[in-house]
Nanobody, 126 residues
Framework: QVQLVESGGDSVQAGGSLRLSCAASGFTFGEYIIAWFRQAPGKEREGLSC????????HYGDSVKGRFTIARDNTKNTVYLQMNDLQPEDTAIYYCASTYAPDMPWRISKEFYTSWGQGTQVTVSS
């Protein structure tokens, strides 16, 4: 079955960096769109970035544009999220998600994704 496992979450100081990983198994990874989301306590799940199956088409949410970078390695069945200049408002549980679709919409909507990982905690202190 589809399995997504996030890792790399940690506690860092403001201005620091982290790289999250999303390891996939149970499906043909190179055919799927992958996205990163986050959810802070009491807030809606927010779409951060998505990448199409080949890695040639990438979208970012406004809150992370210029600070976060998504990439995928289809030989390792893994998607990464490089996060720079982290701020306390980036504190959340970070999730990766996957879906199989011919096209990737520009809007990073949780309704578009069918499988989810368990999440990894990122805490940023000031």
């Amino acid at each position: 079955q589809v399995q997504l496992v996030e890792s790399g979450g940690d506690s860092v100081q403001a201005g620091g960096s982290l790289r999250l990983s999303c390891a996939a198994s149970g499906f043909t990874f190179g055919e799927y769109i992958i996205a990163w989301f986050r959810q802070a306590p009491g807030k809606e799940r927010e779409g951060l970035s998505c990448i199409d199956s080949s890695g040639g088409n990438i979208h970012y949410g406004d809150s992370v544009k210029g600070r976060f970078t998504i990439a995928r390695d289809n030989t390792k069945n893994t998607v990464y999220l490089q996060m720079n200049d982290l701020q306390p408002e980036d504190t959340a549980i970070y999730y990766c998600a996957s879906t199989y679709a011919p096209d990737m919409p520009w809007r990073i909507s949780k309704e578009f994704y069918t499988s989810w990982g368990q999440g990894t905690q990122v805490t940023v202190s000031s």
